[in-house]
């Protein structure tokens, strides 16, 4: 390792400090709970730009935070004092069909990578939301509905450009391949999130996809909720590897979204028969481009979703079937929800995520079933104390039931959230942080302490 002091660094990029007037807006994150106020916020366009921007914040003993589509759901990716260094500028992507691999600077949005890529036919495994970073969510795992067929994002990452500590106070670009500092690209499969280092690029395995079929089924209010829950559960993370689909039960009814690749909307009906037979749903299928079908899904820029400002969620992998009265439970709280946006989210595993990439991954959810959460979005301070104590109730009460949890939407407060998040991998993890950032430059509220 280099030891001794660097040269006295300047900040580079698009440098934003408090007397900036585009500081209110450079400063605000997506989820609204959270307000900080930053010492200064570097834009990097360059690697160089965040070499320099670690380096000045190690020389100058400054907290420092990695940050790029501001969706950190417990706002971890801002600091008040410190410096936040945001990657979101750096965008790009330079697609190679011929090895079936894309590289994309790290501020590329899911949606942005879908667009580029959905342009010359072709599909990266990304999380649902467009506007979420594809670097956040590729480095705590990547769950979306490409993900049965083809696994998660941070399944399909063969290398990173990552700036690392280096010496007493400076910074450098290492990769992180096969061949280079292959445990720290497995550790950026499922713990990368501001633990070891800022990934200025990524280099996934892209997919052939030309076509998917979606499918839309609603069930108003809860009258078929256990039955739909229990089909979907059992069906959900054993069907064809191509049917990714979401349970998404709101305040006054039950969603169905199914994602088929490559196949037609006679087929995916055919495949979920067992869910739409219960009751008498509501069924829209079409078929489309997945680049469109992605845009599909994504919330109306008027609705309730867009309008609020707050937001909490908890996290939870479900590994057995849910008995009857884990779903009553959901019913009982949803029929109380603190809003029209309150729901809980289930989002279909099994498949491809069964087996780990080669080179494996610090993932640690591989037999979950299904990923579930309850979340909550409102707007104005005076439903924050009901809204935050109803998650809180709603995930406790299905604690005897679920099993771990997922880093993307971290529980903060949570006893044992290195082994909710990581289980048996978190030892190795803390090693390879003591290899990589031995000062614990990297580091907040759950981040992963050296060895």
């Known amino acids: ?224 909720l256990r039955g739909v829950f229990d089909a979907w559960q059992r069906q959900a993370p054993a069907t064809d590897s191509r049917l990714s689909s979401v349970l998404d039960i709101g305040p006054d009814g039950i969603d169905l979204l199914a994602v088929l690749q490559s196949g037609s909307p006679a087929e995916v009906k055919e495949l979920l028969a067992p869910v739409l037979s219960v009751g008498k749903p509501d069924v829209s299928i079409q078929a489309g481009s997945w680049a469109d079908t992605f845009a599909r899904l994504q919330p109306p820029s008027k609705s309730a979703v867009e309008k609020a400002k707050n937001w909490k969620f908890f996290s939870q992998f479900v590994t057995e079937p849910y008995p009857a009265e884990a779903i009553d439970i959901v019913g009982k709280f949803m029929k109380n929800a603190p809003s029209e946006v309150s729901d809980y989210f289930c989002s279909s595993l099994g498949g491809a995520v069964k087996k780990a990439p080669p080179g494996g991954s610090a993932f640690a959810h591989r037999d979950a079933l299904f990923y579930a959460e309850p979340g909550a979005g409102w707007s104005g301070d005076a439903i924050t104390p009901r809204a935050q104590a109803w998650v809180a109730e709603f995930s406790q009460a299905l604690r005897p039931y679920v099993n771990g949890a997922y880093v993307n939407v971290p529980n903060p407060g949570m006893v044992g959230w290195e082994t909710a998040y990581w289980g048996d991998h978190y030892p190795r993890l803390r090693e390879i942080k003591a290899k990589y950032d031995p000062d614990n430059v990297f580091q907040y509220e759950q981040s992963i302490p050296p060895a």
């Open 1 to 224: 390792m280099t030891t001794g002091k660097s040269l006295p660094a300047q900040l580079t990029g698009r440098v934003i400090h408090p007397d900036s007037p585009a500081y209110t807006k450079a400063r605000t994150d997506w989820d609204g709970l959270y307000r900080s106020y930053p010492l200064v916020i570097v834009f990097a366009n360059t690697t160089e730009d965040v070499v320099n921007a670690i380096t000045w914040a190690r020389q100058n003993d400054v907290a420092l935070r990695a940050r790029s589509g501001r969706h950190s759901l417990a706002g971890w990716s801002n600091v008040s004092d410190g410096i936040v260094i945001d990657v979101s500028e750096m965008k790009s992507a330079r697609l190679d069909p011929a090895s079936r691999t894309v590289t994309v600077g790290a501020g590329l949005t899911q949606g942005e990578a879908v667009t580029a890529l959905g342009e010359e036919g072709f599909a990266v495994a990304t999380g649902g939301e467009a506007t979420v970073g594809l670097a956040g969510a590729t480095l705590g795992g990547g769950l979306g509905f490409l993900t049965r067929n083809f696994g998660m994002a941070c399944d399909n990452l063969m290398a990173a450009e990552v700036v690392v500590p280096s010496g007493d106070d400076g910074a450098k670009a290492i990769m992180a391949d096969e061949h280079n500092n292959s445990d720290l690209l497995w550790a950026l499969r499922g713990a990368g999130n501001g633990n070891f280092g800022i990934v200025t690029s990524f280099t996934y395995r892209m997919h052939p996809l030309k076509q998917v079929s979606l499918l839309e089924a609603r069930w108003n209010g809860f009258e078929d």
